[in-house]
């Protein structure tokens, strides 16, 4: 866009060191879209060069400074005004001068933390980009660079099964029982239900992960539920005595780490959430929160333990 003849007068590239082996990684993008970047972890360097190209030969750039920065960031939707900053790295390529001929610089950010992992939601962004910036005295170039960052957690010693139970006085009775109650990201959830007493005409049950999204605080708290899978574990009523094996695969599923208080801006959980429905179309809700984590060859730090939440009785 040019303004009295001002517009932008050279392209920024920034390119990454080893992206010929590094591993891509997908996110979301606010639409609903899937946008592939370079992956990293907690520590890790970024570092790469900066391409600057001239869009008119013999035309000289004056600037007021070259910079790159390494920002880490968390958008909030309904606060989009205000971008929460929580990693804010800047190194300085170039003093003010003018550029006449096509230029490179490198940049190395070391050790770089990235405490928390990206990630798009309903109300909600993570994001870690890289920021390159010709500073003009009308309009600054800007160039902007995504990566992804996953965090790693160690295997969690303490990780003890689940054992609920479902009744109503004199009618149903169910015991039900998850082998662990913290899973990573590929795992699988086996389980048993049991039937106690059964005196109500059940013709359906069945199984469903949800996600929690809580961002805010106080009267400002949003809270989002995404169903992220569901599977029917029994069409049919069952018999005083019988059990059925749940089986539930993790690793077809769109579902990240669990969150907690991230920055003191969001949170995302995910609880099982058991349905049982009635002849009469009556539901029977019992819900339990489970812990997800990444499981990866870089291990970086142990997992962290949200606080316990009592399952629901509805």
């Not at 003849?5 to 891509?24: E, H, M, N, P, Y």
Request: charged share 30%.
């Amino acid at each position: 866009m040019s303004f009295f003849g001002f517009g932008q007068t050279a392209d920024i590239d920034i390119i990454l060191s080893g992206s010929d082996t590094r591993k891509l990684a997908e996110i979301k993008t606010e639409d609903g879209k899937k946008e592939k970047h370079y992956l990293y972890y907690d520590g890790e360097s970024v570092s790469g060069k900066v391409n600057i190209t001239l869009k008119k030969p013999g035309m000289k750039l004056e600037h007021q400074g070259i910079k790159i920065e390494f920002i880490g960031q968390i958008e909030l939707y309904y606060d989009r005004g205000n971008h929460h900053e929580f990693t804010s790295l800047v190194k300085e390529l170039v003093r003010p001068g003018e550029l006449a001929q096509n230029t490179s610089y490198n940049f190395d950010f070391v050790n770089v933390e990235k405490p928390y992992e990206s990630y798009t939601g309903s109300n909600v962004r993570l994001r870690y980009f890289l920021r390159v910036t010709i500073v003009r005295r009308l309009s600054d170039i800007v160039k902007e660079s995504d990566i992804i960052v996953h965090t790693l957690a160690s295997y969690p010693e303490m990780n003890s099964s689940i054992k609920m139970e479902v009744g109503i006085e004199d009618c149903l009775h169910i015991e039900f029982e998850y082998n662990k109650s913290k899973y990573h990201l590929k795992d699988v959830i086996v389980g048993k239900i049991y039937f106690l007493l059964v005196r109500i005409k059940i013709k359906h049950m069945e199984i469903a992960i949800i996600k929690r999204e809580t961002t805010g605080s106080g009267p400002n708290t949003f809270n989002e539920n995404e169903t992220i899978a569901k599977y029917e574990i029994m069409d049919g009523a069952p018999v005083r005595g019988e059990s059925i094996p749940i089986r539930l695969f993790l690793a077809g599923y769109d579902l990240t780490p669990t969150m907690k208080d991230i920055n003191k801006k969001f949170s995302v959980r995910y609880y099982l959430n058991l349905v049982l429905v009635d002849e009469e179309e009556r539901r029977y809700f019992k819900q339990q929160e489970i812990v997800l984590w990444r499981k990866g060859e870089k291990t970086r730090k142990p997992i962290q333990q949200p606080q316990s939440v009592p399952p629901e009785n509805k």
